[in-house]
C-alpha cells in the first residue's frame, strides 16, 4: 500500500468495506455511546471503538486515509481547519515560548496568536515569507508557523531552509499546507513536523463542509493526539463522509483547477488593465524556481493586481459576474472572486492597485474568460 502513487491511494486509502457488507464507501456512522458487550472489555486497548468522540469507522477511515497520503505517524481531525491550525499551534506552544510566523498567514490564524495566544502567555513575532529565518530565533523560539503559498499574496517558502534552521535551535515546524494538498508538497519530506489541511477547501471540494486535518511526524505525535482529546475535539460523521468522499476524486479535480488557473493567468497576464499576475506556476512569478523544485503541481488559487482602480471600478467588475460567486473559503467546485485586503506587520506588501484573488473552479476555462473579458469592459465604462 506505502508503494502506491498518490492518484491511487486516494482512491483506495482509508476504504473498510469488508467491514461494511461490502459497500464502498464507509457509511456515516452517528455514535456517542458504544456499548461493551462486558467488563472486561473496556480495559484500555481492548475495543477499537470506546466512546463516539473518541472515533467511529467514519473518522477512522479519513484519519487512515490522510495518514497514508502525508506519511506522518498520527493523524486528528478537527471541526474546522482554523480548529487544526490553533489544535497544532497549542500542542507545541505554552506559556513563555516564542512563536515565528510568516507574515502571509491566513487571517484568523493571525488573529488567534494574537489574542489567545497572547493571553496565555505566549508572544508572536511575524517574519516576511521569503527571510531567512535564522536571525529571528530567539532563546525561548518554540515552534516555526509557515504557509506556503500564503493564500492571499502566495509567496512561495523556502520550506526546507526554515525547518533546517528551527531544528538546529530545537523548535518545531508548522505548515499550513491548505493550498497544495498533500498531493502537490509533500509536508513531512520537507522536514515540517505537524502538516495542517484546512480540509474545507480541496479535501471536501462541494463547498458544503468545515474539516481540518493535523499528521504529526514520530516526535509531535504524542503531543499532538493528547492536546485534539484533551480538548475534546472530533469532526463528525457526516462531515468525515464528505471529506472522505472528496478524496477520492481530489486528484482528479487539482489537475483541472491547475488547467483552468493556467488558462486564466495567462490571459490575465496579457489584460491591459492588470499589473501583474501573482501565480507560483508561472515563470514570471518570484516564486516560481522554489515552487518548481518542491511541489507537484499548482492548485486553483490564484491573485492579480489591478493596475490602479477606483472601489467603483472593482465593484463593476466584480459584481456583474455570471460564473463566479462573490465569497470567502475556496477549494470547490465553484469559481470564486474576492478583494483581497491585506494585513501586513514584518515586511510591508507592495501593490500599487487593488489586488484580486480568484478561485478557478471546474467550470469551461473560455466561459470564465468571456465572463472576466465582459467585468473588464465593465470597469473601464465606470
Ligand atoms: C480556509 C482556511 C483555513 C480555515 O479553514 P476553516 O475550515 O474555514 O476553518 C485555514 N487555512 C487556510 C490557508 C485557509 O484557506
Known amino acids: ?134 536571525p529571528l530565533l530567539r532563546p525561548n523560539t518554540k515552534a516555526v508557523f509557515c504557509e506556503s503559498p500564503g493564500s492571499l499574496t502566495f509567496e512561495v517558502q523556502d520550506i526546507p531552509a526554515i525547518a533546517g534552521a528551527a531544528h538546529a535551535h530545537g523548535a518545531s515546524v508548522l505548515m499550513d499546507n491548505t493550498w497544495a494538498t498533500p498531493l502537490l508538497f509533500d509536508v513531512h519530506g520537507h522536514g515540517v513536523d505537524l502538516s495542517i489541511q484546512a480540509g474545507t477547501k480541496y479535501l471536501g471540494g462541494h463547498a458544503d463542509v468545515n474539516i481540518g486535518t493535523v499528521s504529526a511526524n514520530e516526535a509531535h505525535a504524542a503531543r499532538l493526539k493528547d492536546t485534539h482529546g484533551n480538548m475534546g475535539l472530533a469532526a463528525s460523521g457526516d462531515d468525515c463522509f464528505l471529506a472522505l ?60 493586481e489591478l493596475k490602479p482602480a477606483s472601489e467603483r471600478q472593482v465593484a463593476a467588475l466584480v459584481e456583474g459576474l455570471h460564473h463566479f460567486g462573490i465569497g470567502y473559503s475556496w477549494g470547490g467546485f465553484e469559481s470564486l472572486i474576492l478583494p483581497s485586503h491585506i494585513h501586513r506587520t514584518a515586511q510591508a506588501f507592495d501593490a500599487k492597485g487593488p489586488l484580486i484573488r480568484i478561485h478557478a473552479g471546474l467550470d469551461d476555462a473560455y466561459d470564465l474568460i468571456a465572463d472576466l473579458e465582459q467585468g473588464f469592459a465593465r470597469l473601464k465604462g465606470t
Open 245 to 304: 468522499r472528496g478524496l477520492r476524486t481530489l486528484a482528479v479535480r487539482l489537475k483541472r483547477h491547475q488547467e483552468t488557473a493556467l488558462k486564466l493567468t495567462h490571459w490575465l497576464a496579457g489584460r491591459p488593465e492588470v499589473a501583474r499576475v501573482i501565480y507560483p506556476a508561472l515563470p514570471s512569478d518570484p516564486g516560481y524556481a522554489l515552487w518548481k523544485r518542491d511541489f507537484k503541481g499548482a492548485s486553483g488559487l490564484f491573485a492579480f
Open 1 to 134: 500500500m506505502k508503494k502506491d502513487k498518490p492518484d491511487t491511494k486516494v482512491v483506495s486509502a482509508g476504504r473498510m468495506s469488508k467491514d461494511h457488507f461490502g459497500a464502498v464507501n464507509t457509511p456515516v456512522y452517528r455514535a456517542s455511546t458504544i456499548l461493551f458487550p462486558d467488563l472486561a472489555s473496556m480495559e484500555p486497548g481492548r475495543q477499537a471503538y470506546t466512546y463516539g468522540r473518541r472515533g467511529t469507522p467514519s473518522s477512522r477511515s479519513l484519519e487512515d486515509a490522510i495518514a497514508q497520503l502525508e506519511g506522518g505517524a498520527q493523524v486528528v481531525l478537527t471541526p474546522s481547519g482554523l480548529n487544526a491550525v490553533t489544535t497544532a499551534i497549542l500542542s507545541v506552544i505554552g506559556n513563555g515560548d516564542h512563536l515565528l510566523v510568516t507574515d502571509s498567514v491566513y487571517g484568523p490564524t493571525r488573529h488567534f496568536c494574537d489574542t489567545t495566544l497572547k493571553r496565555l502567555g505566549v508572544e508572536t513575532s511575524y517574519y516576511a515569507p521569503t527571510a531567512n529565518i535564522a
